[in-house]
């Protein structure tokens, strides 16, 4: 079994930055490839960024690209999501989620999920 706690919502202007962390604890999960998701109120569950389980591949949602940025830390089985010049269009709950396998940015991959974590991008 593995279990997901996310952190580092919260409310933020606009431009500004929140760095998520994702804590992962369970047998397998120096073996999980993880992504990050994000849903907003009436819209569908969306990929924003992924990290396979050595850190090697990564992968970003075209509307992140060049403001998020994926880390991991295996050591303190801990992924990051920095995300930096927010919009008020990446207002949602974040989740992170984890499986066996290669990255993917559809969250039907994912097997495992955290509870989530509200992010809201407002003056």
């Known amino acids: 079994q593995l279990q997901l706690v996310e952190s580092g919502g919260g409310l933020v202007q606009p431009g500004g930055s929140l760095r998520l962390s994702c804590a992962a604890s369970?047998?397998?999960?120096?073996?999980?490839?993880i992504g990050w998701f994000r849903q907003a109120p009436g819209k569908e569950r969306e990929g924003v960024s992924c990290?396979?389980?050595?850190?090697?591949?990564?992968n970003y949602a075209d509307s992140v690209k060049g403001r998020f940025t994926i880390s991991r830390d295996n050591a303190k089985n801990t992924v990051y999501l920095q995300m930096n010049s927010l919009k008020p269009e990446d207002t949602a709950v974040y989740y992170c989620?984890?499986?066996?396998?290669?990255?993917?940015?559809?969250?039907?991959?994912?097997?495992?999920w955290g509870q989530g974590t509200q992010v809201t991008v407002s003056s």
């Open positions: 989620a984890a499986h066996l396998g290669p990255i993917f940015l559809d969250p039907d991959e994912y097997d495992y």
């Open positions: 369970g047998l397998i999960s120096d073996y999980v490839s």
């Open positions: 990290i396979s389980s050595s850190g090697n591949r990564i």
